[in-house]
């Protein structure tokens, strides 16, 4: 403890390292608002730049753009209706329909708080517990990863929007499109057609730009004559005021709580993160079908939960020295440049060294926030106000160039747009687009734990006998089945009651 | 008027040659990376192109291709213009998928500019696995076949194949299992839920001087520098070579003398003592060698790997 408070008070007094931090927030601030541009690949291209600077100086700089870049998906997905990072991909729904209700300044300032108290709640989770839950996270293997996501399909099951079967047929196609490419068990291409193109699979972005961006524009192209209203006209005010913000404080705490620890389990990732915070928070909302018309709580719960995952992810790589994702592999790389290699040795032998790494996160949060909310909510407001056919364009624009970013292909190109056809048609026809989202992301892995767990214990019944994935099978059912009972015990006491009646 | 415009035009032409003269034949490179921006193809080609641009004048852009296990990349690299301008790095598994996938990229279809450096597979053991010498793993391996549970790449990548030649060399079997990367393998191991893993050692290094997992042999003709305690297979009376390794390539066909230009310049970087101490010290192993004998080493590595995918049944694309 005393070591992170000499580490902050070194770097705050070195004004170099202070910049380093602040221009890395701004280069991730930049990066990750444009869609398709990741956390990953912001920091893969800065990369080089650190090779000439200090250990502690290049940390500073690389999670400067990792926070910031995290918190920066928010901004398309609420101002524009496009999920930049996969992390993002839940912000959309209720972000995008508050701004179109006039309130975009407001989601912003939810987005940026939620954010800003995930990232510190995730930051104290590392510095307070790393070993701990590292050790608790170790645990996790093929078995428990097949549980979770089961667990997450339950709940987005129940959380879809309107009609129940419809959610399920958009969560059952999802699936079906994560299934395109090489099988990650066997290495097997499948529907793929004869075509080399396909065997890379449907990336989840270009897959997300288009159903959520894409066919956003093309409903509000559609509208422009009439009323203009699929995107959000001015920007409201900024500030909710403090009681509306405070009323989301358990939603916050319980998002960030997900989000650190999905974070430091490796390879779950944001995405699954946020699917949890969001369903997690519908499910136990009193007014669930408010979700998606633009309510603060399906806002801060994804917001607080992808920051909060940063936190998370340096548990594994600073504690393990497993990176829990491509961005802590980016930045085990730049550890490894610099002759440390991150693992319990480093842990034990360097605390001032960890001391550091814990102490820039702290300061690249801190930037975020001031940087954000001083320039960012105003200057990216600014570009609602550009009329609206010149902003329709450009968001369509940067729906395509988003789509080819992600991998530099054209394929992908084509893929957004075949999806933003799919897309505007699902809305038409009131088919959510969410569960296919989520059935893209999470199949996958379901899949492939599911069939590594028989490859290992070549057993159905390993699920029942591991207390983890035990009990997130029970609580799966209980969310799938739960509502079922409940009603049917409902009518059988109202039966048996009447049926007591006299006649 | 007219001659106004053609000495306007000659101009602008003379300055565009001008300002491509004092540079690398001609303007800016691009250099292809198969796998995703963050893991070590993509750290080694950012490492090397910093370099590289800075010896031959001029910017290089590093863009990742990634999908298809790696097959995207290299089919980026291979259908590009062969003016040497474009140029990327090769690993075993695209070697393997030569003969493992449809519509794969052949060899021949690329011109191999220099060899980077191996990454010899290594077998390891999670710490509360009984086998404490290579002897114990292959006599237990013998003993009950596909019993042991290794992780490794899925068919076709590298440790996968590393995996392979492990039992086809010593006659044994044991059960592989797949996960998409070295990372996700290392935490299995770590976890238990793998026994033994065939990763490259850097992966392995930091968790084997710390107690929780044991090298137990190096899969190469040297010890690694990394870990010069742990005796090579060889060296415990086990014929096992295998791993991966990096080299450098471009598209077939491109002119000899840019391809001289590239070859020496990238021989040079690779040589130095700057970008070794760079490159040693995040784990990898560099072994600079020219266009012809890169070549030969690839070659080798054909050689010996075509046969065993054919034992274990991957070969759908015979030669």
């Known amino acids: ?503 | 008027m007219r001659l106004k415009s053609i000495a306007a035009a000659l101009a602008l032409a003379g300055a565009a040659t001008f300002a491509h003269a004092d540079s690398f034949p001609g303007g800016p490179i691009t250099w292809v990376v198969n796998w995703p921006a963050g893991g070590g193809q993509d750290t080694t080609s950012r490492l090397v192109a910093e370099m590289l641009s800075e010896k031959l004048g001029v910017a290089i852009a590093v863009k990742n291709y990634s999908g298809a296990g790696g097959l995207t990349g290299m089919r980026e690299l291979a259908s590009a213009d062969p003016d040497g301008h474009t140029i990327g790095m090769l690993g075993a598994s695209s070697i393997i998928q030569q003969y493992t996938t449809d519509e794969p990229v052949m060899l021949d279809e690329l011109a191999v500019l220099s060899f980077f450096g191996p990454d010899p597979g290594a077998l390891t053991v999670a710490g509360g696995t009984p086998y404490e010498s290579l002897d114990d793993y292959v006599m237990a391996a013998k003993e009950s076949p596909s019993e042991i549970i290794n992780g490794n790449d899925p068919p076709g990548g590298a440790s996968y194949i590393s995996a392979s030649i492990l039992e086809s060399s010593l006659g044994l079997e044991i059960n592989k299992v797949p996960y998409s990367g070295y990372a996700p393998t290392v935490t299995a191991l770590l976890g238990g839920e793998v026994e033994s893993a065939t990763v490259p050692v850097p992966q392995v290094l930091e968790h084997h001087a710390n107690g929780d997992v044991r090298i137990l042999g190096v899969m190469a003709g040297q010890r690694h520098f990394l870990a010069p305690d742990i005796p090579t297979f060889m060296e415990q009376g086990y014929d096992v070579v295998a791993g991966d390794f990096r080299a450098v390539v471009g598209p077939a066909g491109i002119p000899e003398d840019v391809a001289a230009i590239l070859s020496e310049a990238l021989v040079a970087v690779l040589s130095s003592p700057e970008f070794n101490a760079k490159a040693n010290a995040a784990g990898y192993m560099i072994e600079p060698l020219g266009a012809a004998e890169a070549k030969m080493r690839i070659m080798q590595f054909d050689e010996q790997v075509y046969p065993v995918l054919e034992q274990a049944g991957l070969v759908t694309n015979p030669r």
Request: one cysteine or more; a positive charge; proline letters at 6%.
């Open chain 1, 1 to 503: 403890m005393s070591a992170l408070l000499d580490s902050l008070g070194l770097l705050l007094m070195d004004p170099w390292a202070l910049f380093l931090c602040l221009s890395g927030v701004v280069v991730g601030l930049i990066f990750g608002a444009l869609p398709g541009v990741s956390s990953t690949m912001s920091l893969a291209v800065m990369l080089p730049l650190t090779f000439g600077m200090s250990t502690g100086n290049a940390m500073m700089f690389m999670l400067g753009i990792f926070f910031s870049s995290v918190y920066a998906g928010s901004v398309s997905a609420i101002l524009l209706n496009i999920p930049g990072t996969p992390g993002a991909m839940v912000t959309v729904l209720d972000g995008n329909a508050m701004a179109r209700k006039g309130r975009a300044g407001e989601a912003m300032t939810y987005a940026l708080i939620a954010s800003l108290f995930g990232g510190v709640l995730g930051w104290i989770i590392l510095v307070t517990t790393a070993p701990v839950i590292a050790a608790y996270a170790l645990k996790f293997a093929s078995p428990e990863y097949a549980a979770v996501v089961f667990f997450g399909l339950a709940l987005v099951a129940y959380a879809s929007s309107g009609d129940t079967l419809r959610g399920l047929l958009a969560g059952a196609l999802g699936l079906l499109l994560g299934v395109v490419g090489r099988d990650a068990i066997t290495d097997v291409p499948r529907f793929t057609f004869g075509t080399a193109e396909l065997q890379g699979g449907l990336d989840i972005i270009p897959l997300a730009i288009g159903v959520f961006g894409i066919a956003e524009a093309l409903t509000a192209v559609e509208t422009i004559p009439k009323t203009a209203a699929a995107l959000p006209a001015r920007m409201g005010r900024l500030f909710p005021g403090r009681r509306a913000l405070l009323a989301e404080t358990p939603t916050a705490v319980r998002g960030s709580a997900i989000g650190a620890f999905v974070g430091a389990i490796p390879a779950a990732g944001s995405a699954v993160a946020v699917a949890l915070a969001y369903a997690l928070e519908k499910r136990i909302s009193r007014t669930p079908e408010a979700f998606g018309t633009g309510v603060p709580r399906g806002i801060v719960a994804p917001e607080s939960a992808n920051n909060a995952c940063v936190g998370g992810a340096l548990i594994p790589m600073m504690t393990l020295g497993i990176p829990g994702d491509s961005i802590t592999a980016v930045l085990i790389g730049v550890l490894l440049l610099h002759g440390l290699r991150p693992g319990p040795g480093l842990y034990e032998s360097q605390p001032e060294f960890v001391a550091t790494v814990y102490a820039a996160l702290l300061f690249a949060i801190v930037f975020t926030g001031l940087v954000a909310g001083t320039f960012g909510l105003r200057g990216f407001n600014r570009v609602l106000l550009l009329p609206r056919r010149i902003l329709l364009t450009g968001i369509l624009l940067l729906c395509l160039m988003g789509a080819f970013s992600v991998r530099n292909s054209i394929y992908d190109v084509w893929v957004a747009i075949a999806a933003g056809g799919a897309g505007y048609a699902m809305s038409r026809m009131g088919v959510p687009v969410l569960p296919l989202a989520f059935g893209v992301v999470l199949g996958p892995i379901l899949e492939e734990n599911l069939r590594r767990t028989l490859m290992i214990h070549k057993d159905w019944t390993v699920f029942l006998e591991r207390p983890i994935s035990l009990t997130l099978i029970l609580i799966s059912f209980a969310v799938l089945l739960g509502p079922l009972i409940w009603q049917a015990a409902r009518s059988f006491v109202q039966r048996g009651s009447e049926g007591g009646k006299p006649r």
